[in-house]
């Protein structure tokens, strides 16, 4: 809608985790050669953490990017299964057409999986996402995959991403045996005052920007103040500033486009003087100052007929006399 206006081939703050717009802070670096690592060194279990909004789903697209490309990966999404319905996920995400009606069925079905891509020297990934949602006797039971090995070797690797939450749930007494098998742990911290600031500029400069000058200074700064360093936040106001730029004609978002749209994210509505391109309008200056006489010159009609009305009372009176 907005890009042709500012000079942009695609929406630089998508919600979307693109991992060619994976901003590569300290941390997401880190975090990502971790992953990588990992998994290449088959190390079994892997728990990534991170705030809400801080790159962990573009962190893994990203991952699953630079794997082999003949490494199966089956993603799971849905952590409210249970280990039955986990199990045929992930047999059906990786292409095993199952016949299996009971869990130990499945099981079976799994091991053979694995020791055919075993002998093919491939180690398929499995990636639990919003693992925090997880019960403990689902984590215990993902746990006892795990004992799918060689004498020397994991047969899949495992990779439990989700918030600070599952950190917390891995420190339960009942799944003391999980933690001592998580050969890595990679957690990502919110983006640094500075790293913020270069995480906008990083974006527009993906989506195609030509001007580094789009957000002004003060635009940017304001934002970074908000967002916290979170990175999701800083796309949600971003892309709104655009748009409203955009709607007001404004080819450079300076701080009161930004207040405007955290205050429209704090509140769900635009402040009552803002314009809305399809149902409100914004005053303009003549129109202020127009309003502005109208006051006056009601006033100064309303004191005139006061003084009108005093004068008449007195001549009233004399005549009276």
């Not at 690592?37 to 697209?61: D, S």
């Amino acid at each position: 809608m907005y890009l042709q206006f500012f000079g942009l081939r695609e929406a630089p703050f998508n919600p979307t985790p693109d991992p060619k717009f994976l901003f590569q802070s300290t941390r997401h670096r880190e975090a990502l050669a971790q992953l990588l690592y990992g998994v290449r060194e088959r190390k079994g279990f892997i728990v990534l953490t991170g705030e809400i909004g801080t790159g962990k789903t573009t962190l893994l697209r990203t991952l699953l990017e630079r794997l082999d490309q003949h490494t199966s990966v089956a993603y799971v999404h849905n952590t409210a299964l249970s280990i039955e319905g986990l199990l045929e996920y992930v047999l059906q995400d990786w292409g095993v057409k199952s016949t299996a009606t009971t869990q130990a069925q499945r099981l079976f079905e799994l091991n053979e999986f694995l020791i055919e891509q075993h002998r093919s020297g491939l180690s398929p990934v499995l990636v639990i996402d919003e693992a925090q949602n997880l019960t403990v006797p689902t984590l215990e039971a993902v746990r006892l995959l795990s004992n799918f090995e060689t004498n020397n070797q994991k047969l899949m690797q495992i990779l439990l991403v989700g918030q600070p939450e599952l950190r917390d749930k891995l420190n339960a007494p009942e799944l003391r045996q999980l933690k001592q098998r998580i050969g890595l742990r990679c957690h990502i911290a919110p983006l640094s005052p500075e790293e913020a600031r270069l995480y906008i500029r990083h974006r527009l400069r993906v989506a195609g920007a030509t001007d580094a000058g789009i957000f002004t200074d003060a635009a940017v700064q304001r934002i970074v103040e908000y967002s916290q360093g979170i990175p999701r936040v800083i796309n949600i106001i971003g892309d709104h500033c655009l748009l409203s730029g955009f709607a007001d004609s404004k080819r450079r978002i300076d701080t009161g486009v930004v207040r405007e749209a955290v205050e429209y994210l704090e509140d769900g509505e635009r402040p009552k003087w803002r314009r809305n391109r399809d149902t409100r309008l914004v005053p303009t200056r003549g129109a202020v100052w127009a309003a502005r006489a109208g006051v006056a010159a009601l006033v100064l009609v309303i004191l005139l007929l006061l003084v009108f009305a005093a004068n008449a009372t007195g001549w009233f009176e004399r005549a009276l006399s």
